[in-house]
């Protein structure tokens, strides 16, 4: 008997439909690529972790519709929340990308228009004045149609957001460009957007069920997913106590820096603006960025509050609460906002409607530029290490739910713990044994140390060595806390390269590497993560050349002579490993400054590679 009997007729009948509708090429298969969508328009909604964990079986990429239905099955009778079959319900006021004309409302996906035009504004604002976008005519985009999608086609000004978001992320002589002719081949754009997905992975980007080939279709709600998880990266960056210490006047009496860290971005921005508010008499309290700014009072309010007094375009009033129209009143509020060249993201109706994610990206965008905060005197600022940020950004990556902002604070509940061990060792966890919010104030903190010593024991489980922690530790702060998420990380990476149900150890990550670049005629080695020679980046270069043969352009690569010369070989290096597929973590300073923590990750993403390569 046939998988697909096991659903009623019915169920069945529908499910085929679907499963047309994604089977693009006719052949009676569809691609894991889009095996989460199709279980999700099936009503079967799976973390993206497991549908990569479902895809691994397929190795040849196709799934056929009885393999379909027995996948469809199992995660539906292990699904506690299950859901009835329907297609996807289109919102109002949204363009609509639509798939097969046989039954297309099994596959449209919805965009809003003006999340697409605050885009387009952003992306020209910032990108403006770079040459080689100006000189292929990449920049400006139109905001009309799908000309936001099209020019992301061949990955460059994904790659350029990147570096805009979080600077010296990418090597920019490592993209791929256009001839004299404006022509760029399948083959050249298909690395430039593995690079980009793989970068934006780098700083905190959740990419699950994003592939290049979606990026370079111009897939509408996945491309704008993903330019808004790299724009608010980049607006959120420079919220911080190092860029901004008048934020600890937003502290209430008994609240400590600590906690401020641990704020969402969010949380941050509405203390500012009742900060604000407060200076110039306004007697309204921001909760939210929806219903609570709608009327354009606080806008009006916040924007004199911040306005320097030597604002080159003159001081601004309170003229706008005169009108009594709301989309009148929100594009006076603008036409303010633009005499402090802070007009950006939303317009008038984004305003009224309180669209919450323009909204939001508009008040961070004017806090950057006029933070008008109050000296408040000198006081220990609690920096974010570099090996932390490195962390928060992988734990990011993965779907921490909520957003990892400060490691010590938002891990002493366990859950985001508990929760990357099953994303990092599928099945490991027992969800029976794992305390959720909310969590009382009496017997609360208990409840949250049970999460915190259930995670120590799936780290013992996992034979991690955690001598001197326990889940008071976590539940504490205590810097003990980062040892555990860089052992997670480890075996993450590690089980990559698992072999005969075995995890890979350091001495046999070394042997494969030497060995390649040896076969490659390479003369560089090396003999430990530790290594001198790793400084420099030429093995890594060279092991990238090793495996992917010709992509090096060695005139890139310098004597490394200097510290300066040092910092370009390695961000030339891990641009180009992650260019080749490599899902690197590490920073251009943990290759130069030789951290064998983060030197092996590269090594282990790299022999990963490899792997494929060897597979194919």
Known sequence: MSEQTVLSRTKSF??????????????????TNSLGDALAACGAKVPGFKVRDICDSYKDGAISFDEFCKILNQVKSKNTFKETIKPIELKKKVNVNKGSEKSSEWTTHSYAEE??????DWINFRLSKDELLLKHGNIPIAEDGTALFAALRDGIILNKLVNDSVEDTVDERALNLPNDAG????????????????????????????????????KAHLCLGLLWQVIRIGLMAKITLKDCPGLRALLDEFETLEQLLAMSPEEILCRWVNYQLNKVGCKRVVKNFTHD????????????????????K?????????VQDLTKRAEMVLDNAEMLDARSFV??????????????????????????????????????????KTMRNWMNSLGATPRVKYIYEDLKDGLAIIQLFDKIQNGCVNWKKVNTPPFKALGGAMKQIENCNYAIDLGHNLGFVLVGIDGKNLHDGDKLTLGLVWQMMRHYTLAMLTHDGKIMKDNEIIKWCNNKLESAGKTTNFKSFKDSSLGTSRPIVDLIDAISPGYINYDLVTSAETDDDKFLNARYAITMARKIGARIFALPEDITEVNPKMIMT???????????KDRK
């Open 14 to 31: 529908t499910v085929r439909e679907i499963f047309d509708q994604f089977d693009t090429s006719s052949k009676g298969s569809i691609t």
């Open 115 to 120: 999340e697409k035009l605050a885009f387009v």
């Open 183 to 218: 022509k760029l081949s399948i083959f050249k754009i298909q690395e430039n957007q593995t690079l980009a997905l793989n970068s934006c992975v780098a700083i905190g980007c959740n990419v699950v069920n994003i592939g290049a080939q979606d990026l370079i279709e111009g």
């Open 293 to 312: 700014i709608k009327d354009s009072e606080v806008y009006a309010h916040l924007l004199v509050a911040v306005c320097p007094d030597d604002n080159a």
């Open 314 to 322: 003159g001081p601004i009033g309170l003229e706008p609460l005169n």
């Open 347 to 388: 317009r008038a109706h984004d305003i009224v409607n309180g669209n919450q994610k323009l909204n939001l990206a508009f008040v961070a965008n004017l806090f950057n530029m006029y933070p008008a905060m109050d000296d408040v005197g000198d006081f220990e600022i609690i920096e974010e290490t570099r090996e932390e």
């Open 602 to 612: 590269v090594f282990a993403c790299l022999m990963s590679v490899g792997f494929a």
